[in-house]
Structure formats: structure tokens, C-alpha cells
């Protein structure tokens, strides 16, 4: 089993940042990607990012590219996600996730999701 625990989120103006974080642990050698999901109110979960461990194959929504980057620690088994020039419309539940498929519909881990507020 691998259990991910997401920090970072929280409250930002527009046209701020924020780094979500995204702490991995249990069997974490069982994992190939680790990326995110966001899910806002009324919406369905959606596809944000996601990349190897080694920072290869990195992927991104077409919403948040340009404003968005995915970086990782591996000596901390940890996952970050710098957001940029944040907007409104980011607002939302962002979910860490680990094995995220091709599709970026699925993952085979989650983690419990930290709020990401954007005000105008």
C-alpha cells in the first residue's frame, strides 16, 4: 500500500502562487508517476499533472500549462506542484495521486486532498 498526504493548499489572491506538496510513504517503490487531480464545487475531478519520479515524462492539463510546473524529491519521497499566476477558476480540491494511468482518467493511489481557494 502507498498512503499520500497533500500540503500546501490554502487561501491566495489572483495572480498569486502556491506549492502543493506531496508526501509519499508505504511501499512508494510500487510507484511509476505521481501527479494531480482537482475537483471543483459542482464539477467533475479533473486531469492537472503529472510525472515520473525523475521528472521525465511530465504531462499538464491544457488549463495550467505555462502556469504550472511538477517537481519532485525522491530522497524525501515527496511530489511538488508550483502554481503560478493562480486564477479563479483554479479554485478547487486538489487530490495527489500515485500510478495516474495514460488516460490521466485514474490513479491507483489518492490522497485526501488539500483546498486551493482563489479570490478575485
Known amino acids: 500500500q502507498v498512503q499520500l498526504v497533500e500540503s500546501g493548499g490554502g487561501l491566495v489572491q489572483a495572480g498569486g502562487s502556491l506549492r502543493l506538496a506531496c508526501a509519499a510513504s508505504?511501499?512508494?517503490?510500487?510507484?511509476?508517476?505521481m501527479g494531480w487531480f482537482r475537483q471543483a464545487p459542482g464539477k467533475e475531478r479533473e486531469f492537472v499533472a503529472r510525472?515520473?519520479?525523475?521528472?521525465?515524462?511530465?504531462r499538464f492539463a491544457d488549463a495550467v500549462k505555462g502556469r504550472f510546473t511538477i517537481s519532485s524529491d525522491i530522497a524525501k519521497n515527496t511530489m511538488y506542484l508550483q502554481m503560478n499566476n493562480l486564477k479563479p477558476e483554479d479554485t478547487a480540491v486538489y487530490y495527489c495521486?500515485?500510478?495516474?494511468?495514460?488516460?490521466?482518467?485514474?490513479?491507483?493511489?489518492w490522497g485526501q486532498g488539500t483546498q486551493v481557494t482563489v479570490s478575485s
Open positions: 495521486a500515485a500510478n495516474i494511468d495514460s488516460s490521466g482518467r485514474s490513479a491507483g493511489y
Open positions: 508505504g511501499r512508494t517503490g510500487n510507484t511509476w508517476n
Open positions: 510525472s515520473s519520479w525523475s521528472g521525465s515524462n511530465a
